[in-house]
């Protein structure tokens, strides 16, 4: 049944580098929330479907100058570091999650701190147009159940993930997984108890699987994470080559980069999503495109971390999947239109090149 006929202009993409619109549509969404038709003017019920949502008093007009736009889906945000956006962007990535994050995301063992956070965090990220985002949460059952709950209350179509950290040589005694063991049996509980409050609601929500990446996760807890993921038919998302740091690091314990180490454990799947990507090489894109593997551009956060600017225009022309990430709090602003602005702006710096001791033709 429908509940509420929207009349009026919209716009949505239908590809990298199209847009469509459609004048004076209605569109009939039912009491999921879900859109259930389109009409045009055109169409031979419009008229009747429309007047009848009018006598029925489900009938929103838009006013001249407002348009319908899709909501934006955040790739990449890290739930827990609500607290901390606009902060703490003052060290590189090894340091600012010891000395900050870290910390900040231990305190996820409270559930009634998280309550506050995650609250505020849903509500802001619809506030700024987001309705759909892939969340990681902590490594906390409860703390991300109130994640996913929120989610829920307020509308936000979520993909929710639990942290699995369980190497000792990169995380703190204070906020990690006991073993691997442990991580896997709680992430196994986390996917159930998401696919029953999937049932229960009858709205879009998902546990997604979530080594935080290659340094964090012991062998064992990646093994089992593959597993897991292909058991359930589950997303994954992780970060790939999102530094200098990170992507020596796998060279330096495995001898290859951490795109060839995620899919070796089975990873990257055609519902996986891996972030930043700034250091990775031809050999990984096509790794990641035969795979299907999506990549969560995060613009504003790898001015910060990310040690390079993706070439995003070269990876759209060789056929790899993109969106866009907040990143949260890697990235200042929950806003993923501030992030298409950074987008363009780290395009041309990338373009232009920023070193003036070379020729200008030869620094981009």
């Given at each position: 049944?429908?509940?509420?006929?929207?009349?009026?202009?919209?716009?949505?993409?239908?590809g990298?580098?199209?847009?469509?619109?459609?004048?004076?549509?209605l569109?009939?969404?039912?009491?999921?929330?879900?859109?259930?038709?389109?009409?045009?003017?055109?169409?031979?019920?419009?008229?009747?479907?429309r007047?009848?949502?009018?006598?029925q008093?489900?009938?929103?007009?838009?006013?001249?100058?407002?348009?319908?736009?899709?909501g934006?889906?955040?790739?990449?945000?890290?739930?827990?570091?609500?607290p901390?956006?606009?902060?703490?962007?003052?060290?590189?990535?090894?340091?600012?999650?010891?000395?900050?994050?870290?910390?900040?995301?231990?305190?996820?063992?409270?559930?009634?701190?998280?309550?506050?956070?995650?609250?505020?965090?849903?509500?802001?990220?619809?506030?700024?147009?987001?309705?759909?985002?892939?969340?990681?949460?902590?490594?906390?059952?409860?703390?991300?159940?109130?994640?996913?709950?929120?989610?829920?209350?307020?509308?936000?179509?979520?993909f929710?993930?639990?942290?699995?950290?369980d190497?000792?040589?990169?995380?703190p005694?204070?906020?990690?997984?006991?073993?691997a063991?442990?991580?896997?049996?709680?992430?196994?509980?986390?996917?159930?108890?998401?696919?029953d409050?999937?049932?229960?609601?009858?709205?879009?929500?998902?546990?997604v699987?979530?080594?935080?990446?290659?340094?964090?996760?012991?062998?064992?807890?990646?093994?089992g994470?593959?597993?897991?993921a292909?058991?359930?038919?589950?997303?994954v998302?992780?970060?790939?080559?999102?530094?200098?740091?990170?992507?020596?690091?796998?060279?330096?314990?495995?001898?290859?980069?951490?795109?060839?180490?995620?899919?070796?454990?089975?990873?990257?799947?055609?519902?996986?999503?891996?972030?930043?990507?700034?250091?990775?090489?031809?050999?990984?894109?096509?790794?990641?495109?035969?795979?299907?593997?999506?990549?969560a551009?995060c613009?504003?956060?790898?001015?910060?971390?990310?040690?390079?600017?993706?070439?995003?225009?070269?990876?759209?022309?060789?056929?790899?999947?993109?969106?866009?990430?907040?990143?949260?709090?890697?990235?200042?602003?929950?806003?993923?239109?501030?992030?298409?602005?950074?987008?363009?702006?780290?395009?041309?710096?990338?373009?232009?090149?920023?070193?003036?001791?070379?020729?200008?033709?030869?620094?981009?």
């Open positions: 049944m429908t509940e509420l006929a929207i009349s009026g202009t919209y716009f949505t993409s239908y990298p580098d199209q847009v469509q619109t459609v004048k004076d549509a569109i009939m969404i039912d009491q999921a929330g879900m859109i259930q038709r389109i009409l045009k003017p055109s169409d031979q019920e419009y008229k009747q479907q007047e009848k949502a009018r006598q008093d489900r009938l929103m007009e838009l006013q001249p100058g407002q348009y319908i736009l899709p934006f889906i955040d790739l990449h945000v890290h739930a827990p570091q609500w901390q956006a606009g902060l703490a962007l003052d060290l590189p990535l090894a340091q600012w999650l010891n000395h900050y994050t870290f910390p900040l995301e231990a305190k996820f063992s409270d559930p009634a701190y998280a309550q506050k956070v995650y609250h505020d965090f849903v509500h802001t990220l619809l506030a700024n147009g987001t309705t759909a985002a892939m969340m990681f949460g902590t490594i906390h059952f409860s703390s991300n159940m109130i994640l996913a709950k929120e989610a829920v209350k307020q509308g936000l179509q979520g929710v993930g639990q942290v699995v950290m190497n000792p040589d990169q995380t005694e204070y906020y990690r997984n006991s073993s063991a442990e991580a896997l049996q709680s992430t196994e509980k986390f996917i159930q108890a998401v696919v409050l999937q049932k229960q609601t009858q709205r879009t929500i998902e546990p699987i979530t080594p935080r990446f290659v340094p964090s996760c012991t062998d064992e807890a990646l093994f994470l593959g597993r897991l292909h058991q359930y038919d589950l997303p998302q992780s970060h790939l080559s999102e530094s200098n740091w990170e992507h020596g690091y796998a060279i330096e314990r495995y001898g290859q980069n951490d795109t060839d180490v995620m899919d070796h454990f089975g990873l990257l799947t055609d519902r996986s999503v891996m972030a930043h990507g700034t250091q990775l090489t031809e050999k990984d894109w096509q790794t990641l495109r035969e795979r299907q593997t999506a990549i551009h613009p504003i956060s790898n001015i910060y971390f990310g040690n390079g600017v993706l070439p995003v225009k070269r990876l759209l022309a060789v056929h790899n999947k993109l969106g866009l990430g907040s990143d949260i709090s890697g990235g200042y602003t929950p806003s993923l239109y501030h992030n298409a602005r950074q987008a363009v702006k780290s395009s041309q710096q990338l373009t232009d090149g920023v070193d003036n001791h070379l020729p200008s033709a030869k620094r981009g």
